[in-house]
């Protein structure tokens, strides 16, 4: 019994059988999908390794020139009248400035001149407190003022060019 079912079961009809099934799988298995292009990888060649430029020594920074003070626009001057004076009692202006009295005192005075050049004179008038005056000086010299009500309060305006 155990030699018949032997002999049945040849390996080599197995292994024939297994060939068979194995070449019909084969025909019929669709074929391998075509191999997708790839762009051929570049290789990048080496960059060759420069030497990091030497740095370039930066030219002193010549100073520029200080521009020359402007005669005008500048800050305007004041001068307050307080304590029965002018304060600051001397002030250089140059040509063309504007200058501002404010009477910060509780008695009234006066900005009033005694002596400028010829045709510049110039007379606030009585100013009560928080009142001001204010006058342009066009022409170079020097302006002395005082308070008409209090006359030995006085200031003076030098007018340069
Ligand atoms: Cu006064």
């Known amino acids: 019994m155990a030699f ?15 060939v068979a099934l194995l070449s019909l799988s084969c025909a019929k298995a669709t074929p391998p999908p075509a191999p997708i292009a790839t762009p051929p990888v570049v ?3 080496p960059v060759p390794t420069t030497p990091a430029p030497t740095p ?10 200080t521009p020359a003070p402007t005669a005008t626009p500048q800050a305007t001057p004041r001068i307050t009248i307080q304590n029965f004076a002018f304060s600051p009692g001397t002030i250089a202006v140059t040509k ?5 009295w404010s009477n910060a005192d509780s008695a ?4 009033s001149s005694t002596s400028t050049p010829s045709g510049q004179e110039f007379d606030s008038g009585g100013m009560n407190r928080g009142q001001s005056f204010s ?11 005082r308070c008409n009500i209090h006359t030995s309060m006085t200031g003076t305006i030098v007018v340069s060019e």
Do not use: C, E
């Open 43 to 45: 290789q990048s060649t």
């Open 135 to 145: 006058r342009t000086f066009t022409v170079a010299g020097t302006y002395k003022y």
């Open 56 to 65: 370039v020594p930066t030219p002193a920074l010549t100073p520029s020139p």
């Open 4 to 18: 018949y079912s032997k002999s049945l079961l040849k390996p080599g009809a197995i292994f024939g059988v297994a």
């Open 108 to 111: 009234p005075h006066t900005v």
């Open 96 to 100: 063309g400035a504007t200058v501002f």
